[in-house]
C-alpha cells in the first residue's frame, strides 16, 4: 500500500514503477517472467471513443487469450456494473465512472503476476468495491491454470481506508518530502490520518494528544457555531444518509441485474426489450442521483474534518 496526502508523487512512482516514466537516476530491471498489469486513474482517457465498450475490453483480452469470447468479457464487464446495453454503447456515449469501468474490465481479463493500481476505487459503487476489494484479496489463488499457487504482489494506492482493510498488505509505503519510507507490516487505523486532505505531515506519536483532547472539543464547537443551520443538520445527518444511501444503491443494482436476465431471457422480443430498457434507465437515473448526493456528502463531511483540524492545529501551534 502507497499511502500520503494528494500531490507528494504516489502516482509518479506508480509510473516508474510501470516503466512509462523515464528515471532520473538508478534502472529499472524487468524479470523476464513479468506479466504486468496496470490500472490508473487517466487509463480511461486512452479509450477509443468510437468503438463500443464491449470490442475494446473483448480486443484487449484477446492480445493475451485468444479464447476470451463477447460473452465472458460482457461477464466481467457486468460484474463491474456494466450490464445490459451499457456494454454495447460507444466509449464517446459512456460516463466517467462508466469508462472506467471499461479500463478495469481490461485490467481483469489480462493475465498478470504484479499488479498495480492507482485509486482502483473511485467511479466504482459498493458491490464493485466489494467485489474487486475480494477478488484482489484471493487473487493469488486464483492466477494459475495448474491449480498450483502463483506467487504475486499487489501495489495500490488509495484513500479508501474500506476497499484497502479487505486486503492483507504486508509492506506499507509512505510518501511524504520527496521520500518513499516502506515499513513491512499490516495497515492500521493510524494510516489514514494522512488521507482525506486531513493532513500534509505524518502523525507523531509523542505529541501529547490527550492535552489537546479539550481544546479540539471547543474548536469543533465552534466551528459547527459558524455553519448555517441547514449545513449543520445535513452534517449531522451525513452519515445515517450514506449508509441510507449504500442500501438504496444496492436495492438498484438488484434490479438492473434481474433486468437483465429478463432482456437476455427475451431476446427476440423487440417490445419487451424496449419496456425492460426503459425500466434499466430509470433505475441507473436513480443510481446516477444517489452517487451523486454520496459524493456531495462525502466532500461536505471531508471539508468540515479538514476546517476542524485546521483550526485545532493553529490553536495547538
Known sequence: LLRGPNGVGKSTILHSLRGSLKLKKGQ?????????????????????????????????????????????????????????????????????GEKARVALSMFCLKPSNVLLLDEPSNHLDVDCIEA??????????????????????????????????????????????????????????????????????MPNSNNNNNDNDSDNDNNNDNNND?????????????????????????????????????????????????NLSTKRQEEEAKVAALMQEWEELEQLLAMHTTTTTTTATATAA
Open 28 to 96: 529499472r530491471i524487468e524479470n523476464e517472467l513479468l506479466k504486468l498489469g496496470v490500472f490508473t486513474q487517466d487509463l480511461a482517457q486512452e479509450l477509443d471513443p468510437s468503438l463500443r465498450a464491449v470490442d475494446i475490453v473483448t480486443s484487449y483480452a484477446r492480445e493475451y487469450d485468444t479464447t476470451i469470447s463477447d460473452e465472458k468479457a460482457r461477464s466481467v464487464m457486468g460484474r463491474l456494473g456494466l450490464r445490459g446495453e451499457a456494454s454495447l454503447r460507444c466509449i464517446k456515449d459512456l460516463s466517467g
Open 226 to 274: 459558524q455553519i448555517d443551520p441547514e449545513t449543520r443538520k445535513k452534517l449531522h445527518n451525513a452519515p445515517r444518509r450514506i449508509s441510507k444511501i449504500e442500501r438504496l444503491v444496492e436495492t438498484c443494482e438488484g434490479k438492473m441485474a434481474r433486468i437483465d436476465d429478463e432482456m437476455l431471457a427475451n431476446g427476440h422480443n423487440v417490445e419487451k426489450l424496449t
Open 132 to 201: 474487486l476489494g475480494s477478488a484482489l484479496c484471493e487473487w493469488d489463488n486464483n492466477n494459475d491454470s495448474d491449480n498450483k499457487k502463483q506467487r504475486g504482489a499487489v501495489v495500490v494506492i488509495s484513500h479508501d481506508a474500506h476497499f484497502c482493510k479487505k486486503i492483507p498488505f504486508n509492506v506499507v509505503g509512505t510518501v511524504q518530502d520527496g521520500k518513499l519510507t516502506l515499513e513491512q507490516r499490516e495497515t492500521k487505523s493510524s494510516d489514514w490520518d494522512l488521507f482525506e486532505g486531513r493532513s500534509n505531515t
